[in-house]
């Protein structure tokens, strides 16, 4: 019988299935393409159900699977062809449900796969050992440009920055009246009438202690760099990581020497080490210490169907490649608590929102 699930947790386990087929992953370049130099032999996948622990252990010509009362062995040509059906209905349908292709149902009770999304407490997928079975395991997350990407980084009104409205003393109707202004996603129109009406925008501070705490771990002054990135993305129009970051050097928001930024690359390296931070798994609402995560790296399944592997072992590819395939998006507004003046002990703050998504392909 036919089910349906999201494009997101079809290409979990399309990227897992095509591992365990390949036998091997290569490395991925910063502009997103394959690096063919660089490829690790896949020995073992672990992956967790709902009722234990799978280990997917790869041989010459068979996939040993053992976890539980499971022990035994499938062809892994058979995990290529129903890799293959998954790929192909991921580019088939028209929607972000997908149905199970035929015979796809049964190959999955038959590998002892119960849940197409894995039951981790760490946010990995799943992890990896190279080379041999006994390796040290390797976590990871897996994105899909075949379907809607998780954000790097969606922290909701954790990942709030505080604007103070200064300049002039607004009364309260002139509140209103802002507020009112536009429709509900229209933060910019409100920022624009704020300093039509004389009124000053300027940084406060980090709305969520937990997440002014996390920022400062990368750079005591980052919540006033990434509050500034976000606003030039409201009232210049920039989503593109990148393309924000050149902004900010043109700006200087944080006043640092000219050499500082042309010669060391300051901006970039704040940003990316920001980047690197959220794909490791800091979040706004969790304490974040800069420790190593159970997140050791991406593996990114592209438009042709190819899984790269990105992790923290090339550190300087992953943070490029973050660098150029990331872009601010705009949550909603309702949801995550900002775009408006709000009162807080008689001063009135104009909240932004940061969220990091991915760039479509």
Known sequence: MAFEASKREWG???????LLADGQVCAGKA???KDEALCWPVAMVQREEHDGTRRYIVGRTNIRIVGGAHDKEVPREDFATVADLILQGLRDSRTDEVTS?????EFLDEVAIYDLEAKTDDRTDFSVAFYEEQAPLVGFCVRSRLGAMLPLLDGGRAANFKLEQTGIRFAT???NKINA?????????RMLMIERLGG????SDVADKVFRSNLSMIDLHMGRLMAEMVRLSWLDGLTKVADLTEALKRLNPLKVKDELIAKHGFYEYKVKELLLAAAQGMRPAKLYNGTD???AGFLVVNGDGQVLCFQRALRQTFADYLYHHTRLEKGATA??????LERENGVYYFKLNLKIGWLKR
């Open 181 to 189: 202004f536009g429709e509900e996603d229209d933060v910019a129109g």
């Open 335 to 340: 949801k995550d608590k900002y775009g408006y």
């Open 173 to 175: 109707p002139t509140v």
């Open 101 to 105: 292709p035929p015979g796809v149902e």
């Open 200 to 203: 000053v925008l300027k940084y």
């Open 12 to 18: 979990e386990l399309y990227a897992f299935f095509r």
């Open 293 to 295: 995560s159970a997140i």
């Open 31 to 33: 502009d997103g393409t």
